[in-house]
């Protein structure tokens, strides 16, 4: 192996070896709770974070750590900490930055269930979100106040066709002081690496390409090791000292990777959201073939929305892809290698057109999920933005004749053809 391996290369290798007991090649299913302590004075150092090691699955799992130091190393990140979930990702990152009483700002275009998130379920613990449109980043940086703890943003937004101006938002929060999460869950570090934009910190719906098979739910949370912490009484889980680590400081004492043990020592080990040992080898294998997926993803994406792009029952398609698209260029800066495999249009029969759509596929999944190798549709307005108002789901790119789609890796043509009975019925 280089000393600069490719993308390719990392996703098979990063954070594995050959069982050092039995010679697996492939990275064993830690399932077991719980791990042997050599001795007394080493159970004390691993509890006291002296020591780096296996005391309880809620905390750290060999086969989680695989999946961990790889999305690191595709992001180019500091360390990672992988989680149940993308939603308990979000949960983690917050309750590692967040007060009662703080705000955040996010961006108006975003996964529903994130916007559900943000606006009701962080009400209970006095986290407060504000609304910055991402089409403008003078938005942002006018909702920043001394309350302001972090910007949220999606590098590719879903619903779709949404491409981000992260150098634009990374200098508001630069200049605020704040440092900027990115959800790159639909980009993968394939398409987009946020930190080599200003990002500070990536999370990710493992569940989604990463895994890539529609099999398992898993999160991951990470660092980019760029903000400092040090000193920021903003920050107290990280820059004053923790009473249960005998007054450790988290960002003198881990430097550039405190934020990721931050979330796992004072997050995971609370909040509880653990990722199985299973799941983690699922998404772990799913990377493996990750730039494969994804370079079939985005090519049968762009020749489906040329397709519908040019159909006379379709009122419109926002895929950054096409020529036209009012996101075509920060496309080609921030994602030349393909503008995704997710992207939403329009019939002009409006909503009940999109209902009556996607009842007729055959091939295509009607379901809740994205970034699986199968093809898949919903109609977001009806299902994942259902709670929003209207208002609010033209607002977050979910408007009431919206249909989304996820491009998966089959035949073109099949895909196509599916669509095209659909359309004619």
């Given at each position: ?24 090649r492939a990275t064993p299913i830690y399932q077991t709770t719980s791990f042997v302590f050599d001795d007394v004075n080493h ?18 799992n060999p086969t989680c750590a695989v999946m961990e130091e790889r999305i690191a190393a595709l992001e180019g990140g500091t ?347």
């Amino acid at each position: 192996m280089s000393d600069t391996p490719g993308f390719n290369t990392l996703s098979i290798h990063a954070g594995a070896q050959p069982d050092p007991t039995t010679g697996a090649r492939a990275t064993p299913i830690y399932q077991t709770t719980s791990f042997v302590f050599d001795d007394v004075n080493h159970a004390a150092s691993l509890f006291g974070l002296q020591a780096f090691g296996n005391i309880y699955s809620r905390i750290g799992n060999p086969t989680c750590a695989v999946m961990e130091e790889r999305i690191a190393a595709l992001e180019g990140g500091t360390a990672a900490l992988a989680v149940a979930s993308g939603h308990a990702a979000q949960m983690n990152v917050m309750h590692t930055l967040m007060q009662p009483g703080d705000e955040f700002i996010a961006s108006n275009k975003l996964y529903g269930g994130s916007i559900n998130q943000f606006t009701h379920a962080y009400k209970n613990f006095g986290w407060n979100v504000k609304w910055g449109d991402i089409d403008d980043p003078s938005t942002f940086a006018a909702a920043v106040t001394d309350k302001t703890k972090a910007i949220f943003v999606e590098s590719l937004a879903n619903p779709g066709g949404v491409v981000t101006d992260l150098e634009a938002i990374a200098k508001v929060a630069k200049d605020a002081n704040v440092p900027l999460i990115v959800d790159s869950t639909m980009a993968t570090p394939y398409l987009i690496r946020p930190f080599e934009h200003g990002a500070d910190i990536i999370v990710h719906s493992a569940t989604k390409f990463l895994a890539g098979h529609g099999n398992s739910i898993a999160g991951a949370i990470v660092d980019g090791g760029t903000f400092n912490w040090v000193g920021d009484k903003r920050y107290p889980m990280l820059s004053e000292p923790r009473p249960e680590y005998s007054g450790m400081i988290l960002a003198e004492t881990f430097g550039n990777f405190a934020f990721a043990i931050a979330c796992r020592v004072l997050g995971l080990r609370d909040l509880g959201a653990a990722l199985s040992p299973f799941n983690a080898f699922m998404v772990s294998t799913g990377m493996e073939t990750l730039a494969l997926r994804m370079q079939r993803h985005c090519e049968n994406a762009q020749a489906v929305a040329e397709y519908l792009d040019g159909h006379d029952k379709v009122a419109w398609v926002s895929y950054p892809g096409l020529p036209g698209d009012r996101y075509h260029n920060l496309a080609k800066k921030y994602c030349p290698k393909g503008a995704g495999a997710v992207f939403t249009f329009g019939l002009a029969g409006g909503y009940d057109a999109g209902v009556s759509l996607v009842s007729n596929l055959k091939m295509f999944s009607h379901l809740a999920n994205i970034g699986d190798t199968r093809s898949l549709v919903i109609h977001p307005a009806s299902t994942t933005h259902r709670q929003l108002s209207d208002e609010a789901k033209v607002k977050a790119g979910a408007a009431p004749d919206t249909v989304r789609v996820s491009i998966g890796i089959e035949n073109v043509e099949d895909i196509i053809a599916d669509l095209d009975q659909a359309l004619a019925a």
